[in-house]
């Protein structure tokens, strides 16, 4: 089993920043990939930023030059830098992790609880 844990969310004023972070814990042997995904009320869970074990990013259009994805391969943990922060990023942020379990090295693709974050106008 990996758990996932968030914290770093909240509530900002627009322009305002936040960062979020996720560790991985449990069984683990190594991590591919580690991202952000967040679900407004109402909408679809979609993807706000990702970033494989080399180091390689991707982001949504939304948030690009306003977030930055990172993170730190000796602790397992994924941070989300969101500076610029607009009422439309309102949403739960939720963490997702993929690698391989320390056991029969099979895959394992998992997700935090997720984290509110809330932008006043």
């Known amino acids: 089993q990996v758990q996932l844990v968030e914290s770093g969310g909240g509530l900002v004023q627009a322009g305002g920043s936040l960062r979020l972070s996720c560790a991985a814990s449990g069984s683990i042997f190594s991590i591919t990939g580690m991202g952000w995904y967040r679900q407004a009320l109402g909408k679809q869970r979609e993807l706000v930023a990702r970033?494989?074990?080399?180091?390689?990013?991707n982001y949504a259009d939304s948030v690009k030059g306003r977030f930055t994805i990172s993170r730190d391969n000796a602790k397992n943990t994924v941070y989300l830098q969101m500076d610029s922060l607009k009422p439309e990023d309102t949403a739960v942020y939720y963490c997702n992790v993929d690698g391989q379990y320390r056991s029969y090295f099979s895959p394992f693709n998992s997700w935090g609880q997720g984290t509110q974050v809330t932008v006043s106008s």
């Open positions: 970033i494989r074990s080399g180091g390689s990013t």
